[in-house]
Structure formats: C-alpha cells, structure tokens
C-alpha cells in the first residue's frame, strides 16, 4: 500500500540554515493510497472541543490511525531528518471552506502554527499547483491562537519566507518547529465541494536548540 516509488526525485535546498526536501512521485501506487486514505468516512477534527467553529464556517477532518505498512516510510523519512517519530500513525488532512467572511483568505492566512520538529506532507489534490504550504517570519509578538476559534490571522502581520508548491503525489518536508508554517489559500478552490487533501508525518525536534537559533532573530 505504502510502497515508495523507487525513482524517488528528492531535492534538497537551504533555508536560514535548516535542510527543505522536496520528494516528488513519492508513493508508487499513489492512486491506491488516496483512495484508501480518502474514500471512506473520515472524523471531523477536534470536534469534541468548545468552542469552535468547525462546521460551522469550514470542515476540517482528520484520519488518525495506526497501520503497521507506513514503518518503513517514517523510518525514510526518519533518517533523513536525523529525528524520531513524534507518531507512527496515518495522519490525513481535509479541510474545506464555506463563503464567509469568516474566511478571508484575501487578507489573512490560515492559522500560522509550529510543530515539534520535522513536518512531512504528501498533496493528494490533483491540478493544483498553487496552493501548498507558507513558510513565515512575524513582524511582532505572535501569540499562537486557537486552531478552530481564531484560525484566520492579517497578512500584514507575516512575511512569507517561502511557499512549498503542492503538486499530486509529492512530498515537502521541512522544520515545523524553526518554521512558522500553515497552509496557503491564494484562492477560492477549496471554498466549495472540494477538500484539501494531503498526508502528514510529525517528528520530534530539539525544543533547546531551536530556542537558541530564535534568540538570534528579530521577531
């Protein structure tokens, strides 16, 4: 199910002295991973906690499960960021928004967040070259809001470092823990019927190290 393609393209790149990997044709069947990771019922994420807006103003579900066949793929992916597995479980991710002003992705970005380490994500949505992930640094205090409550913060409030470009079957793998990061919606695709899809993997970095590398920058 998990097989990764033996031609995997990986490209490497530097940025503020942290590696950024780029895999493309990730899986080998990736046909057969979205429809076992998609085509079934999946739950709404963090339904149960109060308030949010969940349902109400966009959907986000998540499927959270474990499968002994992803092994070898967190260890991969392990290996290349030199950091244990914060899971080894299936992680997926679909969201989609109502029109609302809610949702103001002409003047804000979605929930600008950090990880403990190492995040990987496979896009799973196919002719969508556009979207993908932002990189930010803040111009101030940032105090991290609620993922449900306020999730839609001002752009004038970040600077995009980078924007990892999505494109079906690839995966992006970067340090959700160095990185600000959140997922970019330059458009209305995902304000309708259609889900943003993709897979995640979480790894655990080094909290003291990183604190270390913020003391030097100006936030």
């Known amino acids: ?20 990997f780029t895999i ?23 339904i149960e906690e109060k308030p949010s807006f969940n349902t109400i103003h966009f959907i986000d579900k998540r499927l959270v499960e474990y499968d002994e066949r ?42 600008p967040h950090q990880d403990s380490g190492y995040n ?13 992930t932002n990189l930010y640094s803040v111009k101030k205090q940032y105090d991290m809001p609620l993922e449900h409550v306020e999730p839609w913060r001002p752009k004038e409030d970040f600077e995009i470092l980078k924007t990892l470009k999505p494109e079906y079957n690839r995966l ?8 600000l990061h959140g997922a970019n919606f330059p458009d209305d695709r995902y304000f309708g019927e259609e889900y943003r899809t993709n897979q995640v993997f979480f790894f655990l970095g080094d909290e003291e190290d990183d604190e270390e590398d913020d003391d030097d920058e100006d936030y």
């Open 1 to 20: 199910m998990f097989e990764l393609n033996p031609n995997l393209e990986i490209k490497e790149e530097i940025l503020l002295g942290s590696k950024i």
């Open 24 to 46: 493309d044709n990730f899986y080998k069947n990736p046909d057969e991973v979205y429809d076992f990771l998609f085509n079934r019922e999946v739950p709404l994420w963090k």
């Open 70 to 111: 992803l092994v070898p793929v967190i260890g991969f992916l392990s290996y290349l960021c030199n950091q244990d597995a914060d899971s080894h479980e299936i992680i997926t991710n679909m969201q989609r928004f109502f029109k609302h002003d809610f949702n103001d992705n002409k003047n804000c970005y979605w929930w």
């Open 120 to 132: 990987g994500i496979v896009y799973f949505n196919k002719d969508d070259n556009t979207s993908g």
């Open 172 to 179: 992006v793998f970067f340090d959700g823990l160095k990185f």
